[in-house]
């Protein structure tokens, strides 16, 4: 694994290149959610963001089926502003960059 990586900045597009080796990187975390039979609820998607928040790489794992997964990662996309980057059988993975320490700290 490149350890040289540099996690874009908050509000730049992501790359190809990008969304490859955070795929890569996602590959050896852990799920921070799974989604259970109701999908996205308001407890999952407050859930989702706080992840986002902490780590800014979540990856998540779903109950339902590959088809189900796809309309959820989009409500959790659109719900939240993270960027869908693909799906391993019924897992899928978000980036969101952090937000740049002291950029909403209150002066």
Not at 22 to 35: E, F
Not at 73 to 91: I, K, Q
Request: net charge positive; glycine share 10%.
């Amino acid at each position: 694994m490149d350890e040289t990586y540099t996690f874009p900045s908050p509000g730049a597009p992501l790359s190809g290149n990008d969304k490859h080796t955070l795929r890569g990187r996602a590959q050896t975390i852990k799920p921070a959610l799974i989604l259970g039979k109701e999908g996205v609820t308001p407890t999952v998607l407050k859930e989702f963001e706080l992840a986002l928040k902490r780590d800014g790489l979540v990856k998540i794992r779903a109950a339902t089926s590959r088809d189900e997964l796809k309309a959820q990662c989009r409500a959790l996309a659109e719900g939240t502003g993270a960027e869908f980057l693909g799906t391993v059988g019924r897992t899928a993975s978000f980036y969101r960059a952090k937000p740049v320490a002291g950029e909403f700290d209150e002066a």
